[in-house]
């Protein structure tokens, strides 16, 4: 069974926001393609975008099996995260913004073996490995499938929004890395949203039945 319309629409719109907002992985995509041109920065994003499924493919596994095994350790989990999205809203509301897009000092290298650095650069950030432990399960509706079948397909989408919008920073990597370094603020308002989207997410998730 797939996820409902309404799944789909919640969850992109707090997925798209988050991918969007100044990190260590965009802001890479955006110096790469400013330093090495739009096809090595596409590459290089949709690199760090597929690592993604390696992160669906735990939350996917690592939930089911709490839920099979204990409802008591899945609270936990969900409290845990919770409180991990909280703290990550915490630091983006703090945040003096400015974030500068450095484009050069990035090492000649050819497309597959940028390819393969993103891909295994997001991969193995524990980081993401928790974000996604904590953010995909809010989005599951018990009554609309098997839980497991329902993370994978939210991580699926979840890397698929991110390969389109880093394909398009690596593309559009110039103009997007040079308004970010000429307007700070749009990069602390973007910060200022997404902290809000965390909190409001791991509100949600302690306190959801």
């Keep these: 069974m797939l996820i409902s319309p309404e799944q789909i629409v919640a969850f992109l719109a707090a997925a798209v926001v988050i991918t969007v907002s100044p990190g260590p992985d965009n802001l890479m995509v955006l110096g790469m393609g400013m330093s090495r041109g739009r096809a090595k920065g596409i590459v290089f994003g949709l690199g760090c975008a597929l690592g993604c499924l390696s992160h669906t493919l735990l939350a996917t596994l690592g939930v089911s099996a709490l839920i099979a095994a204990s409802p008591l350790a899945f609270t936990a989990l969900k409290v845990a995260g919770g409180v991990y999205l909280i703290w990550l809203g915490w630091g983006a509301l703090r945040s003096p913004g400015g974030a500068r897009v450095e484009g050069g000092g ?35 509706v018990p009554g609309n499938g098997p839980v497991s079948w329902q993370t994978a397909q939210l991580g699926l989408l979840f890397t698929l929004q991110a390969c389109v919008l880093f394909g398009l920073l690596g593309y559009f990597s110039g103009a997007i890395g040079k308004w970010l370094n000429r307007s700070p603020r749009a990069g602390l308002w973007m910060d200022r949203i997404a902290g809000t989207i965390f909190i409001g997410l791991g509100i949600r998730l302690i306190v959801a039945r």
């Design 106 to 140: 990035l090492p000649d290298e050819s497309l597959l073996r940028l390819f393969g650095k993103g891909l295994f650069a997001n991969s193995i950030n524990p980081k993401v490995v928790l974000f996604f432990l904590s953010f995909l399960p809010q989005f599951v």
